[in-house]
């Protein structure tokens, strides 16, 4: 596992031109043998591949046969659309100071594995143009892109998807500005290949619909649409007894990247139905088609099979259709067709690093593109019109000299911007004790505490959340095991506390966390509770069902919420996900029968709205996130005050961080805490059980 330094040192070791030519027939003579025989087997091809780089009597055979290599042996791969620029190389400056760089002084480059073949043969083309640049090895892992972007460790990071919400919201409070996001492939129409696909549309074969629009599966899958919902077949056309038969539609949540995509890019943004169900992959969410046959999904492509079907799209005009072949895909007239994406790292004022430029038009070239289409069932070269337009966007975002992103001295703590003056005074106690220690602080929100963590960009990383599943898999990926996690304090009482919400005219007196799992999710052991006489009201709400109100399950705030104290269970239904705090309490001041769930909001709550009491347990009494409660241990929904560090299995943690922890797990630090209640953050102090549990994790 590669270690990302603080201050990569050393220059550019210069290449001889004999090992670079050495260094490109040889890829392309492994291509041509291993393509032969594993097009079919892309794990045993992998593992030949492995194998044949390890074996140094075929490396002498390569330099033998170099020559009638050059002579004119080219790499057998489909045609290319006509138009693409060809790659004219341009001199880069590549600074020995950049943050890019390992401590060999090669460049960094991370993000999705199934893109390694691509990268590797990139970084051949372009150290073989521009000798003495290097690449080290490919760091492998979707989720730690953003997080190593961010923070100027890595050159580019490719993705087999778009960036969610939560990733980009960490890396603009990080950076101060959105990275440049630019297209470099379509995805794979093999679904055989661990890759990332195209998407497409299925439902079950009792059912007698074989085509739709990309617009009336929009219509679909998604809430609010102008020209109506679809929620029944008959309204599709299917007579019979079909013709007031529901709709049941299936797909990922929102934060996974298929998930990302139909919302963003297919439903434009508007909420998904209320009868939608979450699975959490394409063969879950198949297997649940099998079982329905009411239901449509979205997944990816290739897998009808005897019992599902999957649909022809048809164009608006009703002229043509499509299954999403590679050419519908390439030609651009498959709508599901998604991309391969490269992400730049920009700040506000700055232009684009001039080798991250010219790395991307090399790509961007017919030579790029001819690498892509070399791969066996592999990415889809883009259009020439896809590649002008991608080209122009680097154009305007400019050129200039490369930046970094230099490490404070000392020791420097990211994460959440409320906390600022709780750790100024905690800084201050420390210097008292250890002058010659320098803490530095970049708290820019608890959204990029992990990131920083991760890109080790941070020594300290504070938060007001649960780290999310996606945090913890980008610091795994790039470091091989989880962060030491080490409670301080609680995040907020009262009305700075994550809450149950509903009106004023609701009888309700309270919740156990059971049954708040049970109204809130779908599949939950005990059963769903979807009306409010299921929680014992009567007389008028005994018949009203109970509306369900929260935040996006897009991976941020309300994904924690769910998977922290709610189960692994997708949120019901009916849950509607709206885009705003504001809007969700709004929802609920105007709907008698609703209940919202939401993180700590730092904003006014209407006097029309109650927070609920919670209970533990059953038999345990329900309880409001007053300061008392929540101080005590007893408010069932206490958000911690947190800090993530990094410490590799079995070795004792720093020990200049381990002094700074035990300082403020002393009572001299709780005290600071218990001081600052009343602060911007209303932080209070552990209670004495959670206290002595965190002083443990420090022996």
């Known amino acids: 596992m590669e270690y990302f330094g603080r201050r990569p040192i050393g220059g550019l070791a210069v290449q001889h031109q004999e090992h ?14 291993a393509v032969c025989q594993y097009r079919r087997r892309p794990r045993v091809y992998a593992q030949r591949q492995a194998e044949f780089l390890r074996t140094d009597g075929m490396r002498k055979a390569l330099l033998a046969c170099g020559l009638s290599l050059l002579a004119g042996t080219a790499l057998a791969a489909p045609a290319l659309h006509d138009g693409l620029p060809e790659y004219q190389a341009q001199s880069v400056s590549l600074s020995p100071q950049a943050s890019y760089l390992d401590e060999q002084g090669a460049i960094r480059i991370g993000g999705a594995e199934h893109a390694q073949f691509v990268i590797d043969r990139f970084n051949a083309l372009f150290s073989s143009s521009h000798p003495g640049v290097r690449f080290s090895d490919h760091v492998k892992g979707t989720t730690a892109t953003m997080p190593l972007l961010a923070y100027g ?15 980009l919201d960490a890396y603009e409070k990080a950076v101060g500005a959105a990275p440049l996001e630019i297209r470099i492939a379509h995805t794979s129409d093999d679904a055989q290949q661990e890759m990332s696909y195209s998407i497409g ?25 102008p020209e109506g919902d679809l929620s029944h077949w008959g309204q599709l056309g299917a007579s019979g007894a079909w013709k007031e038969r529901a709709i049941h539609p299936f797909g990922t949540p929102e934060y996974t990247g298929m998930g990302t995509y139909m919302q963003s890019e297919q439903l434009q943004g508007r909420p998904v139905s209320p009868a939608y169900e979450q699975w959490g992959s394409t063969e879950t969410i198949l297997k649940r088609l099998e079982q329905d046959p009411a ?8 897998h009808e099979n005897a019992a599902l079907r999957q649909l022809a799209i048809v164009s608006e005009d009703g002229r043509s259709e499509t299954r999403g072949s590679r050419q519908d895909v390439a030609a651009g007239t498959y709508p599901y067709g998604r991309y391969v994406y490269f992400y730049l790292r920009r700040e506000p004022g700055q232009a684009l690093d001039p080798v991250a430029k010219e790395y991307l038009r090399l790509v961007l070239s017919r030579q790029g593109q001819e690498i892509i289409a070399s791969q066996a069932g592999g990415y889809i070269p883009l259009s020439a019109a896809e590649v002008r337009a991608e080209l122009q966007k680097i154009e305007l975002a400019g050129s200039g000299v490369s930046t970094s992103v230099p490490a404070a001295p000392g020791l420097l703590l990211a ?36 990131p920083a963590l991760t890109a080790d960009a941070a020594s300290m990383a504070v938060v007001t959340h649960e780290a999310s599943a996606a945090e913890i898999a980008a610091f795994r990926q790039v470091w091989g095991y989880a962060p030491l996690l080490v409670r301080i304090g609680y995040a907020g009482c009262g009305q700075r506390a994550a809450a149950v919400y509903v009106n004023r005219r609701n009888p309700l007196p309270g919740l156990t966390m059971q049954q708040l799992a049970q109204v809130f999710t779908a599949g939950a052991p005990a059963g769903n509770i979807n009306f409010w006489s299921q929680l014992g009201l009567k007389d008028s709400w005994q018949q009203r069902r109970i509306h369900l109100y929260g935040l996006r399950d ?12 709610l189960g692994k269970y997708p949120f019901a239904p009916h849950y509607e996900a709206l885009d705003s705090p504001q809007a969700v309490l709004a929802a609920v001041d105007n709907d008698p029968y609703g209940i919202a769930l939401l993180a700590p909001t730092g904003i006014p709550i209407p006097a029309t709205l109650r927070i609920l009491p919670l209970s533990p347990a059953e038999g345990m009494a329900a309880v409001m996130p007053s300061r008392e409660n929540v101080a005590a241990g007893k408010y069932p929904l206490a958000t911690y005050l947190q800090m993530y560090f990094n410490r590799p ?7 200049q961080l381990a002094n700074y922890l035990r300082m403020i797990l002393s009572p001299a630090g709780q005290s600071l805490i218990a001081g600052a209640a009343n602060g911007a953050g209303g932080y209070l102090p552990l209670s004495a059980d959670d206290l002595m549990k965190e002083r443990k994790k420090l022996e």
């Open 20 to 33: 670079l030519r050495f260094d490109v027939l040889h890829r392309q003579l492994l291509h041509r043998h």
């Open 153 to 167: 460790r890595m050159l580019f990071g490719p993705m087999g998807r778009s960036a969610n919400a939560a990733e």
């Open 201 to 225: 549309i299925y439902v079950n074969r009792a059912n007698p619909i074989e085509r739709l629009s990309a617009r009336q599966v929009a219509r679909i899958f998604s809430n609010g649409n």
């Open 295 to 302: 239901g449509i999904a979205f997944a990816a492509i290739g």
């Open 415 to 450: 994460g959440a911007d409320g906390a600022t003056d709780l750790f100024r005074r905690f800084n201050a106690m420390f210097a008292g004790t250890q002058p010659a220690i320098n803490i530095g602080m970049a708290l820019k929100g608890s959204s990029t505490g992990l």
């Open 554 to 565: 897009d991976g941020g705030s309300a994904t924690v919420l769910r998977s922290r104290h």
């Open 649 to 655: 299995p079995g070795k004792a943690l720093d020990a």
